[in-house]
Every structure is written in C-alpha cells, then in structure tokens.
C-alpha cells in the first residue's frame, strides 16, 4: 500500500497535466475545454489507484483472484461515451470534435499512468499531445487546407427557391463560382446548396451584407460562408 503523500502527488500531478492538454482546448473554445480535461485526468487516476490497491483486504482472502488492470481498463472504452458528446456533425461530410474526442481519450490513458506512479510517460505524453494540438495546428492549415472548399453553402426549402435570385446577388457583388452542388439536407423537404467560389472575387469587407441578401431570398433557411 502506498503512502496518503503519494495518493496526492499522482492525482495533482495527473490534474496538471489534464489542465495543460485542456487548455489549449479551452483556447479554441471547444465543449470539452480545461475543467474537463483535468476531471477527466484526475479521475483516471483515481481509478487506476484504486485498481492497483483498493481491494487490498481481500486480495489474499481465500478462492478470491484479483486482475488489478481490469478496473482500470475499463477506463479507455467508457471515456468513448464521453468523446462521443464532444463530435458534432455539423452536416454532410463536415465533423467536428474528433480531435477533442481524441484528446480526451489521450488524456483517460495520461491519468492512469499518472496514478499507476508512471510519471515519466505521462510527462512526455502530455508534451507530444501539447505540440500536436497547438504547434501543428498552423503547419496543417498551411500545407493540408489549400484544397479544402471555399464558398457558400445554403439550406433551401424544396422547390420554393428561385435560382436566379441568387444567381443574382452573386452578380451583384461580381463573385465568380466555379461549381453548383444541389443534393437533399438531412431534414425532410429542404435541400442543401454548395457553391465554391473563386476567392479572388471575394470581397471580404462585404460577406455580411451578402449574408444578408442571401438570407432575404424567400425559402432560404440558413447562409453559411466558408472561407479558407
């Protein structure tokens, strides 16, 4: 059985590696930001501590075998519950909060290390998850996002929108589109229009009175302007 001094030294230190990880999701303003993240962490810990020696009355009591890691891995498929609340399909082919998700589940493994006393590889996890999340968050914008779509996408009720009144607000402003894509949104009797536009034709000073425009044409539902 360790010492109370130890019990303490693994939680707080699984609680600050929690809120470094949590913190640069706190940044970006996720769900799950930096409270989470270290409750999250601490309670990880917690479990593992007492997987490894809360059932030490009875461990040498007869016709009683005790597993120390099954309490403990149970800890990576439950946190799935939780990653699963932080992923938003906003609509199709657009997710987010996989990489929170991720992040939490990174940080479930960091608390039981931490409270299985193996500080160093909780250390270092913590480090590399840091850099990934906030160092190569910028590279990838740079060099992965160049092809990613640019333009408006718009929710329609079915067969009550004119085209060509669109089709006329883009005149207006002189933006040029290279493609139309009309297919049916997740909601019954709406339809779900993407046009990529080409973002030299773009005037970005103007996207809220085009917001505007776009959202006065009868039947439209939603406007949303993507620009990368």
Not at 22 to 49: D, F, K
Not at 132 to 148: C, Q, R
């Amino acid at each position: 059985m360790i010492s109370l001094q130890e019990i303490a030294i693994r939680l707080a230190i699984a609680a600050v590696l929690g809120a470094i990880i949590g913190s640069e999701r706190q940044r970006h303003e996720w769900a799950a930001g930096l409270r989470t993240h270290m409750v999250v962490c601490v309670g990880s810990a917690l479990i593992m501590l007492v997987s490894m020696f809360g059932f030490h009355d009875v461990v040498n009591h007869p016709g009683i075998v005790l597993d120390p890691s099954r309490v403990a891995a149970q800890v990576i498929s439950g946190i799935g519950f939780l990653g699963a609340g932080t992923i938003l399909f906003l609509r199709r082919e657009v997710v987010r909060g996989l990489t929170t998700a991720a992040g939490l589940w990174t940080v479930a493994a960091v608390g039981l290390a931490a409270g299985g006393g193996l500080y160093f590889a909780a250390c270092i996890t913590t480090a590399i998850v840091f850099i990934i999340l906030a160092a190569l968050k910028p590279l990838e914008t740079k060099f992965f996002n160049k092809n990613k779509f640019s333009g408006v996408t718009m929710i329609l009720e079915r067969k009550q929108v004119s085209l060509e009144s669109i089709e006329e607000v883009f005149k207006t402003h002189k933006i040029k589109y290279t493609e139309i894509n009309l297919q049916p949104s997740l909601e019954e009797d709406l339809d779900e229009i993407r046009i990529t536009v080409q973002k030299v034709s773009l005037d970005k000073n103007n996207l809220l009175i085009i917001l505007e425009e776009l959202r006065k044409i009868k039947g439209v539902r939603e406007v949303n302007f993507t620009v990368n």
